[in-house]
């Protein structure tokens, strides 16, 4: 079974304007972890956000937000202000467990373009 | 943030060779590295995780004997590519995670391989 859905294979959006990407999750774990990655033309994998299940707040970072719904096994990205360099591959992650020695499984990402 | 370096970046090969990439941790100790592979258009999937000082644990559909790993310190796991045919051809992304460094993994910039 698919563990991290991402439903947009791709989106578009306005240069400046706000733009959501959608993650939903699947685990049994009490304890997990959310990330998000940009990666760009270039193949390298840029870290964005960070969310843990036991955390009360959603996280933020700069420009880029983390919409978690606990219950709904959502946790969606937002970007504000959104930028030409956003352009790029989009991938939600998740880690089962809080032992950083654990792997990810990788969403099938969403492709975001932005437009000038 | 904490750097993983890979190398190559890119390689092109003939059908029929062996090639080895390396990862390595640049300024903090992995006892944990993972082996991804990405091909067009596609998600990170898992090939194997790298234990210092042990044996790796290879994902379904992995052959192991097709692709060794070897974690021989804190800082460096390298993947060969034995007798590497053109749809082994891939990127191929290592990811380091361990020694104090917070919840994220770091990942190497990547190497694409071109078999031929």
């Known amino acids: 079974a698919q563990k991290i859905t991402q439903t947009q294979p791709g989106m578009f959006v306005q240069e400046k304007e706000a733009v959501t990407l959608d993650c939903t999750y699947d685990t049994s774990d009490p304890s997990y972890g959310l990330f998000w990655y940009k990666q760009p033309s270039s193949g390298e994998m840029i870290f964005l956000i960070y969310q843990g299940s036991y955390d009360q707040q959603n996280a933020t970072e700069g420009r880029y937000s983390l919409n978690f719904q606990k219950a709904r096994k959502s946790a969606n990205l937002v970007i504000s202000a959104s930028q030409l360099g956003d352009s790029a591959m989009y991938f939600c992650?998740?880690?089962?467990?809080?032992?950083?020695?654990?792997?990810?499984?990788f969403g099938p990402g969403t492709r975001l373009s932005v437009l000038p | 943030g904490a750097v993983v370096s890979q190398h190559p970046s890119r390689v092109i090969c003939k059908s029929g060779t062996s090639v080895k990439i390396e990862c390595r941790s640049l300024?903090?100790?992995?006892?944990?590295m993972f082996w991804y592979r990405q091909f067009p258009k596609q998600s990170l999937m898992l090939m194997a995780t790298s234990n210092e000082g042990s044996k790796a644990t290879y994902e379904q559909g992995v052959e192991k004997d097709k692709f060794l790993i070897n974690h021989a310190s804190l800082t460096l796991s390298t993947l060969t590519v034995t007798s590497a045919h053109p749809e082994d051809s891939s990127f191929y992304i290592c990811?380091?995670?361990?020694?104090?460094?917070?919840?994220?993994?770091?990942f190497g910039p990547g190497t694409r391989l071109l078999v031929l």
């Open positions: 992650a998740m880690r089962e467990g809080h032992n950083y020695g654990q792997n990810f499984v």
């Open positions: 300024d903090f100790q992995a006892t944990t």
């Open positions: 990811s380091a995670g361990g020694g104090g460094h917070g919840k994220t993994q770091y």
